[in-house]
């Protein structure tokens, strides 16, 4: 899902008012492991569409046509939501509808548009029912801080650990309960999706991964010690334990999508494959073609 928003993305202001506020999203291919393409969603009966736009004008333009043409359900109520915008907003509008099961078809109304549809106005009800889904599940991730408190988020496409002062971050990795690095000095380390491959992992030299491989990506920032260390592929059902050494002279942060935990001692993470996150793309223009796509460069 193209870069996140460290180069920059979706301005994050949203016009569904649950929404407004949030802070800009994680710009990339939402990513998970577990993508199931399935075919048609729709039906001819299924015609509720609640419609979430970001502020820009040109979301603002498409909402105001579109909900003229089609109406706009209540989200709770509606068969699909249709996320007006950029791959910013598709990321927002992912995580509020996280486990519903609720189908979220995104036009691209914003820059990148990675996750997004090509935007036409006519047509929406034949493109709805045409659509192909993808299930897909977010990392779980649950962290520890220096007074002990425990936090736990959820994200679409990477969990990142990274330095927050002028000392490189000192780590300890290890998987299933097995430590596999006993210290990595770096400016921090990542753990993606094989959708969320394509953003901050693959800015960090990260590998591209198919969107249904079963396999999660390990990616130090900027390591310094082990030199040649380039990271890791493991298994999607890995659990991942990272430990925080020297937290005190070293602090380190966690961020999950956009929620960030300061000062932390250990993260561990791991897929929740209870939680079903489902996207909605023309036929021909998956997530899984976008990615391979990308892997040879257009």
């Not at 492991?33 to 609640?50: D, K, N, P, V, Y």
């Not at 970001?54 to 003229?68: C, G």
């Not at 693959?202 to 390591?223: Q, Y």
Request: aromatic share 4%; glycine share 8%; charged share 20%.
């Amino acid at each position: 899902m193209a870069d996140n928003d460290k180069a920059g993305g979706d301005p994050g202001l949203f016009h569904d008012p649950s929404l407004a506020g949030a802070s800009r999203a994680v710009l990339g291919m939402a990513a998970f492991t577990g993508c199931r393409q399935a075919g048609s969603l729709m039906t001819e009966r299924s015609r509720a569409i609640a419609f979430i736009a970001s502020e820009t004008p040109e979301a603002q333009a498409a909402l105001a046509k579109l909900v003229d043409r089609y109406g706009n359900a209540e989200a709770a109520e509606a068969d699909v939501v249709v996320a007006l915008g950029g791959d910013g907003l598709m990321l927002q509008v992912l995580h509020r509808f996280l486990g519903t099961g609720k189908p979220i078809y995104g036009m691209n109304r914003g820059s990148v548009g990675f996750l997004m549809n090509e935007f036409r106005e006519r047509g929406l009800t034949k493109k709805l029912e045409a659509a192909q889904r993808s299930v897909v599940h977010p990392l779980s991730m649950r962290a520890i801080d220096q007074s002990g408190s425990e936090v736990h988020a959820m994200a679409i496409n990477e969990v990142s650990l990274l330095r927050r002062s002028y000392q490189a971050a000192k780590l300890r990795i290890s998987v299933d309960g097995q430590v596999r690095l006993a210290e990595l000095v770096a400016d921090g380390i990542l753990l993606a999706t094989p959708a969320g491959s394509t953003a901050y992992n693959l800015s960090a030299n990260g590998p591209i991964l198919p969107l249904d491989a079963p396999l999660l990506a390990l990616t130090p920032i900027s390591a310094f010690r082990p030199r040649r260390w380039r990271g890791a592929l493991l298994p999607d059902h890995a659990r991942v334990t990272i430990e925080v050494l020297e937290p005190a002279k070293r602090p380190v942060s966690a961020v999950a999508d956009h929620t960030q935990i300061e000062n932390v001692v250990s993260v561990s993470i791991e897929i929740d494959r209870s939680v079903d996150l489902v996207m909605l793309h023309d036929p021909g223009h998956s997530l899984d073609e976008r990615i391979l796509r990308e892997q040879f460069g257009y």
